[in-house]
């Protein structure tokens, strides 16, 4: 199985041992049912990619301009002139499978107002606008003006859903400051931002109800690449950060094992039924 041909399973470090065994397989004198079965097992993993995106529902073409274009887009050379703040890679964008889920909740929900933490080139932001009334709002945040100026000039623009969104820029904690000093309260929020200040983010969400009663928190890479789950230390931060919900017993989760994971958080109080 190519790495061009990959959907999602670049997400899953067990796919990558996958393939090492089978490239170690095809240059060594191994049993010829070894190397079927390698070969077999790295085939089914396309497949069920494929399958799985061949039964979820084509994205907008106004998010199919976003995909391409964050595909094309020379991000290298854009950090390199001091644009952006991080390396970006096209990877780190929202793409249909996961965005259709966001919608798909979003619709459910019934949502009014969904705060968008982590911008990058706006395709979890239009995705899940797209669910949103008339009267909806989505603010979506990022730190980087380039970001913003590319985004509202080239694709949000794309879209009659665009003019419900607001993006701001700064650092994300400092807006999710203000946005709860302003009284703003939200249906949805989506946390795909910096992982280390997510922790500090709770405390706003939760403890200071910029989660509506009865919303849902929405994290994204809860997998963090695998590294959330294994001795890496790169899962430092998300391993601090889901400890400290664990802790928490008022809060319910659950982990969807999407792309990077999903990882879905509402009040106990939201969740549990009652009985006479």
Same mark, same amino acid.
């Given at each position: 199985m190519s790495s061009t041909r990959r959907s999602m399973s670049h997400y899953d470090p067990a796919v990558s041992q996958v393939e090492k065994a089978l490239q170690? *397989? =095809?240059?060594? @004198?191994?049993?010829?049912?070894?190397l079927q079965t390698l070969e077999l097992a790295c085939d089914?993993? =396309?497949k069920r990619d494929d399958y799985t995106e061949s039964n979820t529902s084509y994205d907008s073409a106004a998010c199919r301009n976003i995909l391409e274009q964050t595909l094309k887009h020379d991000w290298d050379a854009v950090h390199r002139q001091?644009? +952006? +703040?991080? @390396? /970006?890679?096209?990877? &780190? &964008? +929202?793409?249909? #499978?996961?965005?259709q889920f966001l919608k798909s909740l979003v619709s459910i929900h019934k949502c009014k107002k969904i705060l968008d933490i982590g911008m990058f080139t706006g395709?979890? *932001? #239009?995705? &899940?606008?797209?669910?949103l009334p008339a009267d909806g709002k989505l603010i979506t945040l990022d =730190?980087?003006?380039?970001?913003?100026? /590319?985004v509202e000039g080239q694709f949000f623009k794309q879209s009659p859903h665009g003019k419900k969104i607001e993006i701001r820029i700064g650092p994300a904690i400092n807006t999710v400051k203000k946005l709860t000093a302003d009284g703003e309260q939200f249906d949805i929020i989506f946390l795909d931002a910096h992982q280390g200040d997510y922790v500090e983010f709770l405390e706003y969400i939760f403890g200071q109800n910029l989660l509506v009663p009865g919303? +849902?928190?929405?994290?994204? @890479?809860a997998f963090v690449y695998g590294t959330g789950y294994t001795s890496n230390p790169r899962g430092g931060s998300a391993n601090r950060f889901t400890d400290v919900l664990a802790s928490n017993p008022d809060l319910h989760r659950v982990?969807?094992?999407?792309?990077?994971?999903?990882l879905i958080v509402r009040r106990k109080s939201d969740v549990e039924g009652t009985v006479d």
């Open positions: 170690i *397989a =095809q240059s060594s @004198n191994v049993p010829p049912e070894l089914l993993i =396309q001091g644009k +952006t +703040t991080w @390396n /970006l890679r096209p990877g &780190m &964008m +929202t793409g249909r #499978l996961e965005g395709y979890s *932001a #239009l995705s &899940m606008v797209e669910a =730190q980087d003006i380039y970001l913003k100026e /590319l919303g +849902t928190l929405l994290i994204d @890479n982990l969807v094992p999407l792309r990077d994971g999903i």
